[in-house]
């Protein structure tokens, strides 16, 4: 039987990546990798939500998804604050009173 190697990425914190290498059986899914790797019962906070936040190379995917070798299972953190409002804040903030002063890019 062919085998599969995969790997799994999470990054539990900014500028923290935990990578761990996956052997798996041909027909393997993103689940399969998920489960195997142990990664749920060292950052349980993942349970709740890992199903809706796995990627194959940065594309949003099921965890059926079956896997090929060479594959990145990706695990993504929630996002801690909304995109949108962080945008509307830094407009509502003043810019610079002298825009004389500002240099170009």
Known sequence: ???LRVDLVYAPAPGVI???PLI???GATVR???ERSGILERHPDLRPSWERACSLFGRLVPP???LADGDRVELTRPLIAD???VRRRRARTP???NPEERTAP
Do not use: G, I, N, S
Request: net charge negative.
């Open 18 to 20: 935990e990578r761990v």
């Open 32 to 34: 399969d990798a998920v």
């Open 24 to 26: 798996l059986p041909a």
């Open 83 to 85: 995109p949108k409002a």
């Open 95 to 97: 810019r610079d009173k």
């Open 64 to 66: 059926e998804t079956p």
């Open 1 to 3: 039987m062919a085998e």
